[in-house]
């Protein structure tokens, strides 16, 4: 079963437009969740948690228990943004990774 | 600092060979993970090590991977017979202490080609 969702393999935007990275999860107990990105030749790094609940280079994600989402936002998007973007999901001990969305900020 | 190290880099093998992947993760780091990277995919845990215990190899295919992390630091991942679907990226990860929701640092991974 999926347990994580990123509906979008490919995300263009252009530099300075807003950009949000969906991410829904499928959990019924307390999810804690997580960004991670992967910049162009550079290792896969932690980007923020949802616990933290801190801006991590202008990004934000809110947990929504309700829709069961994590969405990944930023109000203006740079061209040093643009990487591969990855959802997780721990449920008790196991880590889950989306599938990833391909950010691309256009000059 | 190195940062999480793996070796090789890149490995092409015939089905049916063996291999074998190393991993030794940032120092006096306590937890170790294995993931499994197919093309256009998320990473997939294998295995996490507390020090030198195996906490979770649920996911592990034991008929054919073995992993093992003696002394509680540097860890092998092996394939033995592989198969043309065991073709992927393969990833470690260390993080300081234990728990799964600690952050984890990656190394550079191992691609594994399976002809």
């Known amino acids: 079963a999926q347990r994580v969702t990123q509906p979008e393999k490919l995300l263009s935007v252009f530099k300075g437009a807003p950009v949000e990275l969906k991410c829904n999860y499928s959990?019924?107990?307390?999810?804690?969740l997580f960004w991670y990105v992967q910049y162009s030749r550079q290792r896969l790094q932690l980007l923020l948690r949802?616990?933290s609940r801190e801006s991590i280079k202008g990004f934000t994600a809110d947990l929504n228990k309700g829709e069961t989402s994590f969405h990944l936002k930023k109000p203006f998007a740079q061209e040093e943004d643009s990487a591969m973007y990855y959802c997780a999901l721990v449920t008790g001990n196991q880590f889950y990774f989306g599938t990833g969305t391909s950010l691309t900020v256009i000059p | 600092e190195a940062g999480v190290v793996q070796s090789p880099r890149y490995k092409i093998i015939e089905k049916k060979q063996p291999v074998a992947f190393w991993c030794n993760p940032i120092s006096g780091h306590n937890t170790l993970y294995w993931y499994r990277q197919n093309l256009g995919q998320g990473p997939e845990l294998l295995i996490r090590?507390?020090?030198?215990?195996?906490?979770?190899d649920s996911q592990l295919p034991k008929d054919r991977f073995s992993a093992e992390r003696l002394k509680g630091v540097d860890s092998t991942l092996k394939i033995q017979p592989a198969e043309l679907g065991d073709s992927a990226v393969y990833l470690c990860?260390?993080?300081?202490?234990?728990?799964?929701?600690?952050?984890?640092?990656f190394g550079p991974g191992t691609r594994l080609t399976v002809l």
């Open positions: 949802h616990i």
């Open positions: 959990y019924s107990g307390s999810p804690e």
């Open positions: 990860a260390s993080s300081l202490v234990g728990g799964i929701t600690d952050t984890q640092y």
């Open positions: 090590y507390e020090n030198e215990e195996a906490v979770d």
